[in-house]
């Protein structure tokens, strides 16, 4: 006699624990082989080695009067001694930003905003030697903006002054290049002016474009530290000399010629912990790494979300604002990605342990750190990041969901009863969590504010409300989460914070499971 199907859960219920996902978003693993130490999505929670915190907040520190007026550019003055400055690039000149406020008028005129800077000191001073590949290089001394050209003191020769990008400090000579070219030029040793010397490079560039950044590293190789100069072409060309001196044929050699991808943004470049890193439409890359002829997979520090940062190359690469920024303070890399509507995101490392995550919420133009402080620029508005516990006087709105889990039981159908998230919290705040089944993406409706239990349905799962009301406390509540049973289980959390500190370390769960049917 044929006996029935079983299909019901056992009855009895059992603990399951899974740490927070301390090891960031990935998009590039197959879902069935992460664990819970890993995120599906995590937008403004930051990962850290003890857990997930809720990300920090930014505060206004000016704007502009004038509506029409964007902010595109951040430069920081950092001197031996006296006041550093904050500068801010607008479509009509340089601004002082570094007081805050309401600003006007620019300390410097222009006409494009993309302004680039790099501080060097001389036995004349402390320097910000600017361009911006329109207006003439120009140069600031604590105290005064001198316009650079052939009979300016200094005087700056050898180089069209209206055409000069980016330029960038090696071994104690600035290097520069003109926009539209495939040669770089460079000055004395600690000069700020002088006649620039050519030197170029298009008889190695077999794809042709033009030059887009510069930059350079230092490199521990085996045999001992190697001094390294980088030219990226439009066309993804990298071209890697190393030495000190380009006059000199004993001090100034040609590494090797490396394909890298198309770099994205005005400032694709970044150094971190010693390495040299350039954004392209393949993720972000290490240059040391390159050198080694690692490949290209080999060599990127973004594989876990490779695929969502060449998707979003993908879509939105000819949007201006892409751009890579480290924060040492934090060991914390920024990658700046635009997304239309002068909106963006943020793609962050943790460089510390390796863990993606992604800020949402403060739509940056630009990036520049002054200290330890962290600075960006979105239209008429100079913002300080990762300050305070709001985004200026906004919420933050963070959310997460974790790789799905099988409960140590694969194969079998499971039900989640009760859920406790173990946390650190400081001031109070509207909690929802849910639960989707079987590889579900899910889907949020609803409100933050007025969602009850068992009121809002979220794909396969109904969201239980909650608000944290513990100062400075571990919180650890048990909480039902209706929901239908699943072969695997996927935790999500999203919260509106404004005025408080969040750090999760882990979940704890009761479940029932049962058989396969």
Not at 133 to 157: E, F, I, M, Q
Not at 315 to 333: H, I, K, P
Not at 499 to 506: D, E, I, K, N, P
Request: aromatic fraction near 12%; charge should be neutral; proline fraction near 4%.
């Amino acid at each position: 006699m044929r006996s029935p199907l079983q299909t019901s859960l056992r009855p009895s219920s059992r603990p399951h624990s899974s740490v927070a996902p301390y090891k960031g978003w990935n998009t590039a693993s197959p879902q069935a082989s992460l664990n819970e130490a890993f995120a599906l999505f995590l937008d403004n929670f930051y990962p850290v080695a003890g857990g997930v915190e809720l990300r920090k907040g930014s505060r206004l520190q000016a704007t502009h009067t004038d509506s029409t007026r964007n902010f595109r550019s951040l430069m920081h003055y950092s001197p031996v001694s006296g006041t550093d400055k904050l500068f801010a690039g607008a479509e009509d000149g340089i601004y002082d930003v570094t007081a805050g406020g309401t600003v006007s008028a620019p300390v410097t005129a222009g006409t494009a905003n993309t302004w680039q800077g790099v501080n060097i000191t001389t036995a004349g001073g402390n320097f910000l030697w600017c361009c911006n590949a329109t207006d003439k290089c120009r140069v600031y001394n604590g105290s005064t903006w001198t316009l650079l050209d052939g009979t300016s003191t200094p005087a700056l020769s050898g180089v069209d002054t209206l055409k000069v990008q980016q330029a960038t400090l090696f071994k104690r000579r600035l290097f520069m290049f003109e926009r539209n070219s495939l040669s770089f030029w460079y000055l004395g040793v600690n000069s700020i002016g002088g006649t620039a010397v050519e030197f170029p490079v298009g008889a190695l560039c077999s794809r042709g474009g033009y030059i887009v950044a510069i930059d350079s590293w230092t490199y521990e190789a085996s045999d001992g530290p190697g001094d390294f100069f980088a030219i990226f072409t439009s066309e993804g060309q990298a071209i890697v000399y190393q030495g000190t001196d380009p006059s000199s044929a004993a001090d100034w050699a040609l590494v090797g010629v490396y394909d890298v991808g198309t770099p994205l943004g005005l400032a694709p470049t970044t150094k971190v912990n010693g390495d040299l890193c350039i954004l392209t439409v393949n993720g972000v890359l290490s240059m040391s790494r390159i050198i080694k002829d690692a490949g290209i997979a080999a060599a990127s520090i973004s594989g876990n979300i490779d695929p969502t940062l060449q998707a979003y190359a993908l879509e939105n690469g000819a949007e201006f604002g892409w751009g890579l920024q480290y924060f040492a303070a934090q060991s914390m890399l920024i990658v700046n990605v635009p997304v239309g509507l002068k909106r963006s995101w943020q793609v962050v490392l943790n460089a510390r342990t390796g863990a993606w995550c992604r800020f949402t919420g403060m739509d940056a133009e630009a990036w520049t750190v002054g200290g330890t402080s962290l600075y960006f620029a979105h239209t008429t508005k100079v913002c300080e990041g990762w300050t305070g516990t709001d985004d200026r006087g906004a919420a933050i709105i963070a959310k997460v969901q974790q790789a799905p889990t099988y409960f140590n039981a694969a194969g079998g159908r499971h039900f989640v009863s009760l859920v406790r998230v173990n946390a650190n919290v400081a001031g109070s705040f509207p909690l929802q969590l849910g639960l989707a089944r079987d590889f579900s993406a899910g889907s949020y409706s609803g409100s933050l504010t007025t969602m009850t239990q068992n009121v809002a349905l979220w794909d396969t799962a109904l969201w239980d409300s909650a608000v944290w009301a513990e100062d400075g406390a571990s919180s650890s509540v048990w909480r039902s989460v209706a929901h239908f049973p699943g072969h695997v289980i996927s935790f999500k959390m999203r919260l509106s914070a404004k005025g408080v500190a969040f750090t999760w370390y882990s979940t704890d769960y009761i479940l029932r499971s049962g058989g396969m049917l």
